[in-house]
Each structure stands twice: as C-alpha cells, then as structure tokens.
C-alpha cells in the first residue's frame, strides 16, 4: 500500500490526523512530566481510567443515564490526579508510594465492578486502545486538547520550567506553584483521557515519555529539548500507522516501537556526536 | 559597639529601614528554631550573619522570604513591597536538565509578558550586562549542569540581580568555592554593593570572607548573641560565646589579619 492509498481509508485518514495531533500534544506535555519524575503518574492514570470505563457502565446500567463515557473517564482521571496532588503536598508519603497505593486501589475497584456488572470485554479496548475507532467528534476533542495544552505551555513556560527546575527557587521568586502543580497533573489527566484511544492504557506512556527521552539524549539546550521532542512526537507515531498498515502489524505497538527506533536513533547519534558524558550531567570535578 | 540584643545598628539610626524584624521567632513543632530575634535593615547596609549550624541562619532567610510563618513576632517591611533577590545555599537540581545559562536567567527574568520562556531585547541585553557584571559573560550559551561550584554560585547570584533586588539575600555565597574564588566573589559583591547602594544580608561560616564583606555582623545562635562592626564583633569571646564552645576554628583570628584580605 502506498501513501495516497493509504490516505484513501477513512479510518487510516482519521488515525493518522490523531496521531499528528496527540503525538507532539503529548511529547511537549511529556517534556515536564519527565524532567519531574512524573512518569510514573501518569501511566498511573492511564490505567486507572479502567475504573471510570466502569464507572460510566454501572451508573448507565443502574439509573438509565447514557453519558458520554469519556466525560466520566475524564471527570473520575482529575479528581484522582487532584487527589493524588493534594497527598504529595499535604502528607509526607513518598510521591511514588502515593501513585502507588491510589492506583492499584482505583484499578482494583473497577475491576471489581466490571467483574459485577460481567463486561470483561471491555478491558481489551481500554488497555489497547483502538486508533482506527477514531471518528471527527474524536479528532475535535483531541484538537481542543491540542489547544489547550500548547496554549497553558506558551503562557506558563516560565513558572513551569523554573518550578520543574526547582519549586523552592521559583517560590522565592514570586511563583505559586501550589496552583500550577495542580494545574499540570489536571492537564495530565486529560492527556491521557484523550489520548487513550490511540493507544491504549497499557502502552500510551509510550507518547508521553520516549520523545523527550529521545530528543533529551540530543538537546544542549531547553529551546532544542522542546523543539526535538514535538519533532519526534510527530514523526514517530506518523511512521507507526504508515508502517502498520504496509507490514500489516498491529497498529499501537508499532507506533510504540517506532518511539523506541526513534530512542535508539538518538542514542547511536548521541555517541557519534560524543557528548554523551554531558548528557548524563554532572558538573566537571 | 556591641549590641547583645542586635536591633539597629548605630550608624543607621534614625533612617527609615528597608526591612525592620521583630521579636521573629520560628518553631518546627517543638523545635524553636529562632528567638526573640530582631533586626532593622537598611538601604545600603551590608550585614553579614554568622553561627552555628542549626542556628536558624537559613530560617531566618525563609522567614524574611515568606516561605516559613513566624510562630511569633514579625517581618516589616516599612516601604511597602519590598524586591528581595535571593541565593540558596545548595540548588538541587537533575543536571542532566538541558538548559543553558541564557536559558535559566531568562526563565528567573521577571518580565510579566512574553511567550514561550523568551523575552525582549531590553531584557537579553540585562542578561547579558548581568553577566559581564560578574565576569562571566562568557557561560551565556554553557549548559546549567556542567558548571563548576564557583561558576554555577555566580549565575545564581545574577539570577537573584535580575529581580532588581533592593535586599539582596545571600545564604552561604562562598561555600562551594575555593579561597580564591571567594576572595574574586567578594570583590565583586562589594562592586556592586557600592555601584547600587544594594543592601545586602549574607549568611557565612566563612570568618574571612565575613570580614573582608560585612559592614555590620550579627552572631546568630537561635536569637542574637551579639551586633556590631566586624572588629569588635569578630572576637575570640563573642564567637565562643556565639558557637557556644571554645573551639580553634577562630582563635586568634583577627579581621585585620593578611589571610582575610
């Protein structure tokens, strides 16, 4: 199959303009989360959206109401994104154990409904996702969330960076970052809800942590980290459809191990250019 | 003179000061981690603070910044706002975090309006004059994480310059450089002290560096042991009695003494 073959699907059109959207969307976000340590968050909350799938059923089985699933996923993501916010500034739990104990129990607790309710089959498309399930309505929700994102990145990049750099310096120069850590594991929850679709909770870590992780193995500079990484987030799930569809293989694992290609690319590029030493860091003795 | 209870210092009184602390006491639960401490600070003074470890040097700093609430007194500042720069000890920071000098001081730049982290000419130009300043015009484009302790203690202090800072806050400048780059250090804290009328409180283990610095010396330990000039407070006695032991590290150390110079 060639590109203007491709292009002729509608379900491949569809998938390729999500994964043009949500790839930089998350490579940008996945930025911060990772220069703070907060992969695992939000692979943490890519999981528990287990429990608000079933969340959305009970409630529809029990009173009637058909919600849009993806408005109860979201809703039940932030509040436990705040929850687990609030717990790492208000007690002193170790943020991991948090992450740990709120998402074991919140997944435990929805399989626990599924189990009651007998919907086992909808684990399948909440762990993988399905990219090619993707209408217009999807691909206006990812381009609103797109949206929102880059615009809290263009207006917070500041206080972002200088808090992710280190909270206690930029707290003396004047940042509340008591509102803006909120604020950014809420916007992780809604990356995640979003994006959830494409590739599923098992394997979207995948487009938050491996662009920048890549692109930070051949940065000197922030502007260039920033700027690599959306390059990555772009191209790397763009060449997962493409490959999917000519090797006929499944399609989210192919976007993920074009991420890993990408990694490799950018490790082999970083020895080649010989400053991998200044890549791990530390100051010369 | 020696002011036991260290309020203003002579020469200052009368003036209306930059920052006035009184009766500032700070407890962690039943820790006090600071006293009965009360200190006035001027425009143009330059106050070195010095004590013990765990003598709520850094405490007193938190106070003043806010990040800490006084269990009892208080922090004035008469003058209303009050733009204060500040230095940490130690910046824990992932070095691997690519961000260059120029990158790292235009993120501290405290410019309201611009996109994505950059600023306006006016500003690059501040960045730019701000490093010279200190002699390090040149780790403009270095990354953060590769500096050396002296160059890296630099950058963090044109940080702080770049909130253009009425009260500069110096906690331990010279603990991570050698003799010399805190002797290079000092002079241009005194550069630039005397160029601005820039008050600046620093807190130092380093009795040289204190005397070769401060105008006016407050010992530290929980509350104030003593206030005064250098000369009559950098003292065998009054440092015995501020550490609370009469060990070596002073004895006969004198500010007069070539070494501090």
């Not at chain 1, 916010?85 to 948090?98: G, K, N």
């Not at chain 2, 006090?32 to 070195?48: E, I, N, P, S, T």
């Not at chain 2, 160059?151 to 702080?160: G, K, N, P, T």
């Not at chain 2, 991570?176 to 290079?184: L, M, N």
Request: glycine share 10%; net charge positive; charged share 15%.
């Amino acid at each position: 199959m060639n590109l203007s073959e491709i292009w002729s699907y509608e379900f491949i059109r569809y998938a390729l303009i999500s994964a043009c959207i949500l790839g930089p969307t998350c490579a940008l976000l996945g930025v911060f989360v990772t220069l703070r340590g907060m992969a695992f968050f939000s692979d943490s909350l890519a999981h528990s959206a287990v429990t608000g799938v079933a969340l959305g059923f009970l409630l529809e089985e029990k009173t009637g109401l058909a919600i849009d699933p993806m408005l109860i996923v979201l809703a039940f993501s932030i509040g436990l994104a705040s929850l687990m916010a609030w717990l790492f500034h208000r007690t002193t739990l170790r943020p991991d154990t948090v992450i740990a104990f709120s998402f074991t129990g919140s997944v435990a607790f929805g399989v626990i409904i599924i189990a009651w309710l007998q919907k086992y089959r909808l684990l399948d498309g909440i762990l993988f996702g399905s990219i090619y399930a993707n209408g217009p309505g999807d691909i206006l929700r990812q381009a609103i969330l797109a949206l929102v994102v880059g615009g809290f990145l263009l207006l917070q990049m500041r206080p972002l960076t200088l808090s992710t750099l280190n909270p206690e310096l930029a707290q003396t120069r004047g940042i509340r970052t008591g509102w803006l850590n909120y604020a950014f594991a809420i916007l992780i929850a809604a990356t995640v809800v979003v994006s959830l679709r494409m590739l599923g909770a098992l394997l979207l870590s995948a487009l938050i942590v491996i662009p920048p992780a890549a692109a930070k193995l051949v940065s000197n500079s922030f502007a260039s980290l920033l700027l690599v990484s959306a390059v990555i987030g772009l191209a790397a799930p763009f060449l997962g459809v493409v490959a999917s569809c000519q090797l006929d293989l499944p399609t989210g694992p192919t976007i993920v191990l074009a991420n890993v290609g990408v990694l490799i690319l950018c490790y082999a590029a970083s020895l080649f250019l010989g400053n991998r030493a200044l890549h791990r860091g530390g100051r010369p003795q | 003179m020696i002011a036991p209870a260290a309020q203003s210092f002579p020469a200052a009184i009368g003036r209306k000061p930059l920052l006035q602390i009184q009766g500032l006491g700070v407890r962690y639960g039943s820790h006090w981690a600071l006293r009965d401490f009360d200190l006035d600070v001027h425009q143009g003074d330059m106050v070195g603070i010095i004590g013990p470890n765990g003598g709520g040097k850094s405490t007193l700093f938190k106070a003043i910044l806010g990040l800490v609430p006084p269990t009892a007194g208080r922090v004035l500042k008469p003058s209303g706002a009050l733009r204060i720069g500040y230095v940490p000890q130690h910046l824990t920071y992932d070095t691997s975090f690519p961000i260059t000098v120029g990158e790292f001081l235009t993120v501290n730049h405290p410019a309201r309006f611009f996109w994505c982290g950059g600023v306006g000419r006016k500003q690059k130009r501040e960045i730019t004059d701000t490093l010279e300043r200190l002699h390090v015009a040149d780790l403009l484009g270095q990354r953060l994480g590769t500096l050396s302790g002296g160059q890296f203690q630099r950058i963090l202090v044109a940080s702080a310059l770049l909130q253009k800072p009425e009260l500069l806050l110096l906690d331990e400048p010279s603990a991570s450089v050698d003799r010399r780059g805190s002797d290079d250090l000092s002079d241009i804290l005194e550069e630039i002290h005397r160029a601005t009328s820039l008050s600046v409180v620093f807190v130092s283990h380093d009795l040289h560096f204190v005397s070769h610095l401060a105008k006016k010396v407050c010992c530290l330990n929980q509350t104030c042991c003593a206030a005064g000039d250098p000369e009559t407070v950098l003292t065998d006695h009054l440092l015995a009695q501020t550490y609370g032991t009469t060990g070596h590290t002073w004895r006969g150390f004198q500010p007069s003494d070539p070494l501090s110079r």
